[in-house]
Nanobody, 119 residues
Framework: QVQLVESGGGLVQAGGSLRLSCAASGSIFSINAMGWYRQAPGKQRELVAGITSGGSTNYADSVKGRFAISRDNAKNTAYLQMNSLKPEDTAVYYC?????????????WGQGTQVTVSS
């Protein structure tokens, strides 16, 4: 069984910063792509940033230049550094990972962490 646990969300004023972490644990052989998604009230879940096992990254246009995704493969952990936060960044942020376990390949989601940006 593979689990993802996010941490680092909270309340911050506009212009502030937060750093989210996503730690994977369990029967992991390797982790392929990892990503951060978010879902605001009344909206669909959207990709914020993704990173491959080799370190290639991609970002939603709305966060380019403000957010940075990274990962520590030795710790099976991904991070999302969020700077210059805006009220429209308010959402529940979810971590996603494409994980190869000893008995198969799985798409796993974390439980989500709330990010609230006040104006």
């Amino acid at each position: 069984q593979v689990q993802l646990v996010e941490s680092g969300g909270g309340l911050v004023q506009a212009g502030g910063s937060l750093r989210l972490s996503c730690a994977a644990s369990g029967s992991i052989f390797s982790i392929n792509a990892m990503g951060w998604y978010r879902q605001a009230p009344g909206k669909q879940r959207e990709l914020v940033a993704g990173i491959t096992s080799g370190g290639s990254t991609n970002y939603a246009d709305s966060v380019k230049g403000r957010f940075a995704i990274s990962r520590d493969n030795a710790k099976n952990t991904a991070y999302l550094q969020m700077n210059s936060l805006k009220p429209e960044d308010t959402a529940v942020y979810y971590c996603n990972a494409d994980v190869t376990s000893w008995n198969g390949r799985y798409d796993r989601w974390g439980q989500g962490t709330q990010v609230t940006v006040s104006s």
